[in-house]
C-alpha cells in the first residue's frame, strides 16, 4: 500500500512538472499574457477529447502568473 502511494505521489509530480512546463513553453512563445490566453483559447476546437479541460486549466495558470508578475 505504501509503495503504490508513492508511486501515486510521483505520477503527481511529474503531470504538475510538465503542466508547469506547458505554461512555461506558451508563455515563452507569446509576447504578452493577454496573447498566451488568446492562444490557449484557440486549443479548444482541437479534436483531442477533453482539451477544453486542459485549456481552462493553463488559462487559469496563466492568469494567476500575469496577478503574480503585477504584484511583484
Not at 508511486?7 to 503531470?15: A, G, Q, S, T, V
Not at 496573447?35 to 492568469?63: F, M
Request: with cysteine; hydrophobic share 35%; charged share 30%.
Amino acid at each position: 500500500m505504501n509503495e503504490k502511494k508513492q508511486n501515486n505521489d510521483l505520477i503527481k509530480e511529474i503531470i504538475e512538472k510538465h503542466f508547469e512546463n506547458m505554461v512555461d513553453d506558451i508563455l515563452e512563445h507569446t509576447e504578452t499574457y493577454y496573447e498566451a490566453l488568446g492562444a490557449v483559447s484557440c486549443i479548444k476546437g482541437s479534436k483531442i477529447p477533453n482539451i477544453t479541460q486542459l485549456a481552462d486549466c493553463l488559462g487559469k495558470a496563466i492568469r494567476k502568473r500575469a496577478m503574480q508578475q503585477k504584484s511583484t
